[in-house]
């Protein structure tokens, strides 16, 4: 045989053998059968030999011995259904215009179909429903459904953007089963609280929390807020936040969360209380509209450190005044420019929120008395509440041509270039922005062919701007002295106004 052959075949039995003997020790080290190696002495394929095996039949605890958990959880379901049957699930379609430009300058446009989802609560046998505003802005068509599934068209019966409530009729002479809204100046932090709602249109979902805070503001113009960590998602807006005894005590309008594009729950979320609720909602069914305390200070600043340097003001607290609309209750009361509102009726005012809330939760005809500090002097005025009408955040007064040439005052330099700005609603912050939007230009103002309205300031000479007031306040304090560089966004465009200087008089 040849010596080449000879020892390939002794390689070949080598590793015959060392390969079988892993095998054999693998398969005796796994438990395994040594006889299904062998051909013919394997099982037969698909025999199956049955396990012997015992379940428990008993619990490891008796309900006895957790009493107090098996009443809670007995509770919780109790709670959940006799609260769920009046939430409903909204579903909203609208168009939306989109103009599209082409490569010879002109301009098209075309209508593509909108869809929304969020949640709401019956609030009365008749079957109005509240919700948030911003779920149903803009939409033609409203469908709710509810617990069992029925489903029932519905319109708006009128809306209130600020508080961001919407109040709805489903299209049906039936009689519904309604939630009752509670006293939300009775919540107490770290009491229990459920929300329910649509979340990511799921369905009907309950979650459990408690109240993590009170007195929370998402902007200038919001009111205050609950704050709670029970679970409110894209979807819960307009859905009741209810106490254990199943009254509504808040209604879910938004959430935190880092990611503006993508937003999901970090454990906090905010709530409108139901004492807010419950004023829109009567006024509403009532006149079609909210009703709300109007003064006419549309300027006013916290007392901060430039405030006591410029006014020389070192008094404990109050808010600075910065702009009177004219005609005003708060002009006819006397309050002006540069003076610091201490208290109103005997409530010590620490900020410009407080006073904007007290004022709008006044009622019509109200008279408040109204403590300032004035160069040196304090005083009390006199004001009567009068309706809120269309709030206008900069004086809309005529320009005075003979102002030009000479030195003014902030209010004086805002009424030449004539804009007129909203702070932003509770959903343009949550989806990110941060500014003042134009609402309104003066025919003869300044800037009356630069701006548009709609545009989104938000920023003033690269310095950014959180809201109306600090727009105000940095364009009185640039328009002075220089040209002042608005940076703006714009059809989703960002670009830079520029606006001349309001030389004084030499």
């Given at each position: 045989?040849?010596?080449?052959?000879?020892?390939?075949?002794?390689?070949?039995?080598?590793f015959?053998?060392?390969?079988?003997?892993v095998?054999?020790?693998r398969?005796?080290?796994?438990g395994?059968?040594?006889?299904?190696?062998?051909?013919?002495?394997?099982?037969?394929?698909?025999?199956?030999?049955p396990?012997?095996?015992?379940?428990?039949e008993?619990?490891?605890?008796?309900?006895g011995?957790?009493?107090?958990?098996?009443?809670?959880?007995?509770?919780?379901?109790t709670?959940t259904e006799?609260?769920?049957?009046?939430?409903?699930?909204?579903?909203?379609?609208?168009?939306?215009?989109?103009?599209?430009?082409?490569?010879?300058?002109?301009?098209?446009?075309?209508?593509?179909?909108t869809?929304?989802?969020?949640s709401?609560?019956?609030?009365?046998s008749?079957g109005?429903?509240v919700t948030?505003h911003?779920?149903?802005a803009g939409?033609?068509?409203?469908?709710v459904?509810l617990h069992?599934g029925?489903?029932?068209?519905?319109?708006?019966?009128g809306?209130?953007?600020?508080?961001?409530?919407?109040?709805?009729?489903?299209?049906?002479k039936?009689?519904?089963?309604?939630?009752k809204?509670?006293?939300?100046?009775?919540?107490?932090?770290?009491?229990?609280v459920?929300?329910?709602?649509?979340?990511?249109?799921?369905?009907?979902?309950v979650?459990?929390?408690?109240?993590?805070a009170?007195?929370?503001?998402?902007?200038?113009?919001?009111?205050?807020l609950?704050?709670?960590?029970?679970?409110?998602?894209p979807?819960n807006?307009g859905?009741p936040l209810?106490?254990?005894?199943?009254e509504?005590?808040?209604?879910n309008?938004?959430?935190?969360s880092?990611?503006?594009?993508?937003?999901?729950?970090?454990?906090?979320?905010?709530?409108?209380?139901?004492?807010?609720?419950?004023?829109?909602?009567?006024?509403?069914?009532e006149?079609?509209r909210p009703?709300?305390?109007?003064l006419?200070?549309?300027?006013?600043?916290?007392?901060?450190a430039?405030?006591?340097?410029?006014l020389?003001?070192d008094?404990?607290?109050?808010?600075?005044?910065?702009?009177i609309?004219?005609?005003?209750?708060?002009q006819?009361?006397g309050?002006?420019?540069?003076?610091?509102?201490?208290?109103?009726n005997?409530?010590?005012?620490r900020?410009?929120?407080?006073?904007?809330?007290l004022?709008q939760r006044?009622?019509?005809?109200?008279?408040?008395?109204?403590d300032?500090?004035?160069?040196g002097?304090?005083?009390?005025?006199?004001?009567?509440?009068?309706?809120?009408?269309?709030?206008?955040l900069?004086?809309?007064?005529p320009?005075d041509p003979?102002?030009?040439?000479?030195?003014r005052?902030?209010r004086?330099?805002?009424?030449?270039?004539?804009?007129?700005?909203?702070?932003?609603s509770?959903?343009?912050r949550m989806?990110?922005?941060s500014?003042?939007v134009?609402t309104?230009?003066?025919?003869?103002g300044?800037?009356?062919?630069?701006?548009?309205?709609?545009?989104l300031i938000?920023?003033?000479?690269?310095?950014?701007v959180?809201?109306?007031n600090?727009?105000?306040?940095?364009l009185a304090?640039?328009?002075?002295?220089?040209d002042t560089t608005?940076?703006?966004?714009?059809?989703?465009?960002?670009?830079?106004?520029?606006?001349?200087?309001?030389?004084?008089?030499?």
């Open positions: 045989m040849n010596p080449a052959f000879r020892r390939l075949l002794a390689l070949t039995v080598v015959v053998t060392a390969f079988a003997a095998t054999v020790l398969t005796y080290r796994a395994g059968d040594l006889r299904s190696l062998i051909p013919g002495f394997s099982n037969k394929t698909g025999e199956f030999k396990e012997k095996f015992t379940l428990p008993q619990p490891p605890l008796d309900l011995d957790v009493e107090l958990l098996s009443r809670l959880n007995n509770e919780y379901a709670l006799v609260v769920v049957p009046s939430v409903v699930s909204i579903d909203t379609t609208g168009v939306r215009t989109e103009r599209l430009f082409d490569v010879w300058g002109g301009t098209q446009s075309r209508n593509l179909p869809q929304g989802q969020g709401g609560v019956i609030v009365t008749e109005h429903v948030n911003h779920v149903i939409q033609q068509r409203i469908q459904t069992g029925k489903t029932y068209t519905a319109h708006l019966i809306e209130d953007t600020l508080l961001d409530i919407a109040v709805l009729k489903i299209d049906s039936e009689t519904f089963t309604p939630l809204m509670g006293d939300s100046s009775q919540v107490k932090v770290g009491q229990i459920m929300a329910i709602g649509n979340p990511f249109g799921l369905g009907e979902t979650t459990q929390g408690i109240i993590s009170k007195e929370r503001s998402l902007s200038d113009n919001q009111r205050d609950f704050q709670t960590d029970a679970a409110i998602n979807g807006s859905g209810v106490n254990l005894r199943g509504i005590i808040g209604i309008v938004a959430i935190y880092p990611d503006k594009q993508n937003p999901g729950f970090q454990g906090v979320g905010f709530s409108i209380p139901s004492n807010d609720v419950k004023d829109s909602l009567f006024q509403i069914l006149r079609g009703i709300r305390g109007y006419g200070i549309n300027q006013v600043r916290d007392v901060d430039m405030v006591r340097s410029v020389q003001y008094g404990p607290g109050g808010v600075a005044v910065i702009g609309l004219p005609g005003s209750p708060a006819t009361a309050l002006q420019y540069g003076d610091i509102v201490e208290s109103v005997g409530e010590k005012i900020t410009a929120q407080q006073l904007i809330s004022v006044a009622k019509v005809g109200q008279t408040l008395g109204i300032i500090w004035r160069k002097n304090t005083q009390e005025l006199k004001a009567t509440i009068a309706e809120a009408g269309a709030t206008a900069a004086p809309p007064l320009l003979s102002a030009q040439g000479r030195a005052e902030p004086e330099i805002l009424q030449a270039l004539g804009i007129q700005v909203r702070d932003l509770v959903t343009e989806r990110g922005y500014g003042a134009v309104n230009l003066l025919p003869s300044l800037a009356a062919d630069l701006l548009k309205p709609g545009d938000y920023a003033v000479n690269q310095s950014r959180s809201n109306a600090e727009f105000f306040l940095s304090a640039s328009a002075a002295v220089r608005l940076n703006i966004v714009r059809n989703g465009q960002i670009s830079k106004v520029n606006l001349p200087a309001l030389p004084p008089d030499e």
